[in-house]
């Protein structure tokens, strides 16, 4: 039995791994423990999970790994914590805010020797993992771009510090970009050479107006293949759900569409005006969690790893660098990678 | 009011049928020989002649749906003889030509109307009705795409970057100037594009990014590299309050499926909604109304020429690998 902690409440999925956890016959969730105690008693209420007042407590309690689902700024010093407890760790995305944070934290893994995974749910996606298949036969012919979507919801309605730069390192650009350059890296096989971003205040809710709320990111592949990713929080409360996903590849023999969220019952209520959207696909969350606990059950690297944190958070940090001067950004490697 | 239209291809004939619905008469149709312009003449009881000169003295409008190329020589000389001027978009191959059709028409006193026909579809016009209103706040973030298979003319001045313009010329201009219709004019744009169904030099597939002065960004695309017979159009604009968004797939109000799947023999895929006026017709019936009482149509010659810009712009980044940034102040006198 792989016994698991999660180490903070701050990043919604917490919620999900919950269940996703307990669904496992081979792994068990013994706790929790969240710097904000407040956070850390409510989720202890509502979720039935025992939650312990430092992250020290819980590590204490003989784990295999931890899922750390801390404010992005708050992922190294929490890795950190772990490492030293000798446990392998799933680390929410954006892998951390700077790409300073993110070596210490590959390193600080490499050297304990435990295992650092990034949650990279799409990986896992019934719908992502099919396309990806029907590329890999070639029927499509060579892929010449991809036109990729991750919009969202404003996710400051479910917590405040996703637009406190401080927290987490930036807006809808360091939300929504991570899971597409990840998607996009193992669908072509192929790092990102070059990155041109435009962002905008416009859209609602920036917090003191110091983070961005839309994006549009053109990325140019070392293979010639270039694509765009729309990271804009622009879903209105409104909107049936929180987002979407979705990717179209061009290739010579025609075009692939991709929805990962496209499975999808509509429901219009008597009572208010807001029609839903309620997904029935399968939980790309419980595949994922899956892997990282047979990764530790077999002694393993996971499907995904830390260096796939790493490169997507490069692709957000050139962005950022691309929007501000207004020119694309090369990528240029260090040795150490 | 009578219009000589230049042409006898498809522009050519679609403007012809949504004339027929105004008070404006066609007298002639100017066209190469054994082009089609015989039977379209018959049809609407016309001349047909090979040189515009020889049925100039009988037009008030002269109606250029000539390849792109040609419409700065015809726009001239109909501007020369004080005809007024309907031109197909894009208003003109080049910056320059577009800046010179202008100028012409200026000084000669006639109108020079750009057949920017995406202005009167009525999703378009709607939507951008509704922003024009406030309902969605102000415009953020913009997605326009528009997606159809490679034209296969027998002469195939479509894919022919020096008669047309190329792909992001002759297809995607119509979502530069209804980018720039609701968020206002562009100053930087980057762009990347592909070729992939057809030959070297043609391309079939681009993504460009604009910048919009106001703060807001569109993403628009442009393709012929999709199968036919499809002609797939999106619309999306995210504002500070709202969102808007259409998509031809999912707003087809008739589709027939036969057992038997079988590609059409469209040469140019036009998009299109069952409607009581087509856009064509609305947009020919709006520009007869300026021509005959002084009306301003929804779109400029200024507004044409600033999409050739954008559009020159985008076709200057993908080949550059930069973006380019725009000062659309300063390009009119």
């Not at chain 1, 765009?228 to 409104?238: E, K, L, N, V, Y």
């Not at chain 2, 047909?48 to 037009?59: F, M, N, S």
């Not at chain 2, 001027?85 to 577009?98: I, R």
């Amino acid at each position: 039995m792989i016994r698991l902690g999660i180490m903070s409440f701050a990043h919604l999925h917490a919620e999900a791994y919950v269940e996703n956890i307990r669904a496992l016959p081979n792994a068990e969730l013994v706790g929790a423990a969240d710097e904000d105690t407040a956070r850390g008693d409510h989720f202890a209420r509502s979720l039935g999970v025992r939650v312990w007042p430092a992250y020290e407590d819980l590590l204490a309690q003989r784990l295999d790994g931890v899922i750390v689902c801390a404010e992005n700024a708050r992922h190294r010093a929490a890795v950190e914590i772990a490492v030293r407890a000798g446990v392998h760790v799933l680390c929410e995305k954006p892998l951390a805010t700077t790409l300073a944070d993110a070596q210490a934290m590959l390193q600080a893994c490499g050297k304990a020797g435990v295992q650092l995974m990034v949650a990279f749910p799409m990986r896992f996606s019934a719908p992502i993992v099919e396309a990806r298949r029907v590329l890999d036969e070639s029927r499509l012919g060579e892929i010449s771009c991809c036109v990729a979507t991750n919009q969202g919801q404003n996710p400051r309605h479910h917590r405040a510090w996703f637009v406190d730069k401080r927290l987490a390192g930036g807006g809808a650009v360091i939300d929504h970009t991570a899971h597409l350059v990840d998607a996009l890296r193992w669908f072509l096989r192929s790092e990102v050479a070059e990155v041109y971003a435009q962002t905008t205040g416009l859209l609602p809710g920036g917090g003191s107006g110091d983070v961005e709320t839309g994006g549009l990111i053109l990325l140019t592949f070392v293979n010639g293949v270039f694509a765009t990713i729309d990271c804009s929080w622009s879903r209105p409360a409104s909107y049936p759900t929180w987002g979407g996903l979705s990717m179209a590849f061009i290739g010579r023999r025609g075009v692939l569409d991709v929805d990962a969220f496209r499975q999808r019952l509509t429901v219009y209520p008597e009572d208010s005006s807001d029609t839903r959207w309620q997904y029935w696909g399968s939980d790309a969350n419980q595949g994922m969690i899956a892997e990282f606990v047979s990764a530790i059950e077999q002694s393993r690297t996971p499907a995904v790893t830390g260096v796939d944190g790493y490169r997507a958070l490069e692709v957000i940090v050139a962005a950022y660098e691309s929007a501000r001067t207004g020119r694309p950004i090369r990528l240029t490697r260090g040795e150490d990678q | 009011m009578h219009v000589a239209i230049v042409g006898t291809g498809l522009m050519g004939r679609v403007h012809a049928e949504a004339w027929s619905h105004t008070g404006a008469r066609i007298t002639a149709f100017v066209g190469k020989p054994g082009t089609g312009g015989d039977i379209l003449a018959g049809t609407y009881g016309a001349r047909v002649a090979t040189e515009l000169d020889a049925v100039l003295g009988e037009a008030d409008v002269v109606d250029v749906c000539t390849p792109t190329h040609l419409h700065a020589e015809f726009t001239l000389r109909a501007a020369a003889a004080g005809k007024h001027v309907v031109c197909e978009k894009p208003l003109a191959l080049t910056v320059p030509d577009g800046l010179r059709m202008i100028q012409a028409c200026r000084t000669a006193g006639v109108r020079l109307l750009v057949a920017h026909v995406l202005r009167f579809f009525p999703e378009y016009r709607l939507a951008r009705e509704l922003v024009a209103r406030g309902e969605i706040g102000v415009p953020a973030v913009l997605r326009l795409s528009r997606c159809t298979f490679r034209p296969r003319k027998a002469d195939n001045w479509y894919v022919d970057p020096a008669r047309s313009g190329g792909m992001i010329l002759d297809l995607m201009v119509h979502d530069f100037d209804y980018a720039r219709w609701v968020a206002g004019d562009v100053v930087r744009v980057f762009a990347r594009a592909a070729q992939i169904t057809g030959q070297a030099d043609e391309t079939d597939h681009a993504l460009a990014i604009l910048t919009h002065r106001s703060g807001a960004i569109s993403h628009v695309e442009g393709s012929w590299a999709y199968p036919a017979p499809s002609f797939h159009t999106r619309l999306e604009i995210a504002g500070a309050a709202g969102l808007i968004e259409v998509s031809s797939p999912e707003t087809a109000a008739v589709e027939l499926r036969l057992h038997k799947e079988q590609d059409s023999n469209q040469e140019v895929a036009l998009p299109g909604s069952p409607l009581q006026e087509s856009p064509y017709a609305t947009q020919l019936r709006v520009f007869y109304e300026a021509l005959t009482r002084g009306t301003e149509p929804p779109v400029s010659a200024e507004d044409g020429l600033a999409a050739v810009q954008i559009a020159r712009a985008a076709i200057d980044s993908a080949r550059a690998g930069l973006p380019v940034e725009l000062d659309s102040s300063g390009i009119l006198p």
